[in-house]
């Protein structure tokens, strides 16, 4: 794998033949105080593993874009003004690298929080014109069918996807969303959350989106934010990933661990947890 950090908000690698940048869309600091706000509990040495990560601790939003199979690719697009003023960087950044927003071809989403999808769309228009839009099948139903979502979210999110009623797709466990990239299902987080296998010429990364939101959770994967629909289902999708990352030895990548978000899983010596090892950042040359 070959990699390269072009700038503080944008990390370039690839698996294989495909290209890939993550691209910041912004991030804010957590402090250790703000936890019990985050989890309603928390075992012992919770706290104490965070006070240890670096303070203020970083919440990132990493989007991803690849180049595979000739098509330009997003998997999910950030806030966009919803964000700002402290997110919703993602298009200006991806501009930046002297992509337009009319040069995306796919995009693939993870799950429908706004933070992943709310910036295809401003002021009532599709941000990426020319763009298909790959959904989970199971995101849809809950979100905008099922009426057990809330309305005023079901509302939004209906607006945000209005302008692309024609170019919507769904997507299941173990379809082929673009050329190297499969869909695999990992429910908890939401009803739908998938994360995604990518993987050319022998090299693999598992994007597992959020699965998990905190490095904390690595070495404490049976812990669950309050944002996680299905606090008892996502412990063990979060088990069962950083399992599979530890034994495959996979790169992952992450939506909220700070910028970049990739690394790798071992299996903790001494505990039931697991030990992440941020990818190390080389600069451009």
Request: glycine share 8%; aromatic share 10%; hydrophobic share 40%.
């Amino acid at each position: 794998m070959n990699k390269k950090v072009s700038g503080l908000n944008s990390y370039h690698f690839s698996v294989g033949k495909i290209k890939l940048i993550v691209i910041s869309d912004g991030f804010e600091n957590i402090h250790e105080h703000q936890l019990g706000d985050t989890f309603k509990s928390m075992p012992d040495g919770f706290a104490q593993a965070f006070a240890q990560l670096p303070q203020p601790y970083p919440f990132g939003y990493n989007v991803l874009y690849l180049e595979t199979g000739g098509e330009r690719v997003l998997i999910d697009v950030g806030l966009g003004a919803m964000g700002k003023p402290d997110f919703g960087f993602f298009l200006e950044r991806l501009e930046q690298e002297s992509i337009s927003a009319s040069q995306i071809d796919k995009i693939i989403l993870s799950h429908l929080h706004l933070d992943h999808t709310a910036a295809l769309t401003a002021e009532n228009s599709p941000v990426f014109a020319n763009a298909q839009i790959f959904l989970p099948r199971l995101e849809w139903e809950h979100w905008i069918e099922s009426g057990r979502a809330p309305a005023e979210r079901a509302e939004i999110l209906k607006k945000i996807f209005q302008p692309y009623q024609e170019r919507l797709h769904f997507i299941e466990d173990g379809d082929v969303a673009a050329e190297g990239v499969t869909v695999i299902a990992l429910p908890g987080h939401t009803p739908g959350h998938c994360g995604f296998m990518i993987e050319s010429a022998g090299e693999r990364l598992l994007h597992m989106v959020d699965t998990l939101h905190f490095q904390t959770q690595i070495a404490f994967p049976d812990v669950s934010p309050f944002f996680d629909i299905n606090p008892e289902l996502s412990p063990k999708t979060r088990r069962m990933v950083l399992q599979r990352l530890a034994d495959e030895a996979l790169l992952a990548l992450t939506y909220h661990l700070p910028f970049p978000g990739l690394g790798h899983v071992a299996q903790a010596k001494d505990s039931a947890g697991f030990i992440w090892k941020p990818i190390e950042r080389i600069a451009k040359p």
